[in-house]
């Protein structure tokens, strides 16, 4: 079963920080990851959420004026061999 992770895409750091900040004290749980380079190549830093949050988090970005790229829908690729070397 492949799973999907959500990442919020900005165009700049301080825009992933003020969203950060606010959806914390919204109770909505986001974690700062870096940019999976299938989704972009702009930003190095996005917001990892949860699918069933990602209403509650377009909701803050128009109330707040945060300005975001996107919300992409990425494949976890998860290798069981990555930085094995023997």
């Not at 128009?62 to 061999?81: Q, S, W, Y």
């Amino acid at each position: 079963m492949q799973e999907i992770q959500h990442y919020v895409l900005f165009p700049n750091h301080d825009n992933a920080m003020r969203l950060h900040r606010e959806l914390k004290n919204l109770g909505v749980r986001a974690t700062i990851a870096p940019t999976p380079r299938a989704a972009s190549k702009c930003c190095g830093v996005s917001l990892l959420i949860r699918e069933e949050e990602i209403e509650a988090v377009e909701a803050c970005v128009r109330e707040k004026g945060i300005e975001i790229l996107k919300i992409a829908a990425i494949e976890r690729d998860v290798n069981p061999k990555r930085d094995r070397y023997c």
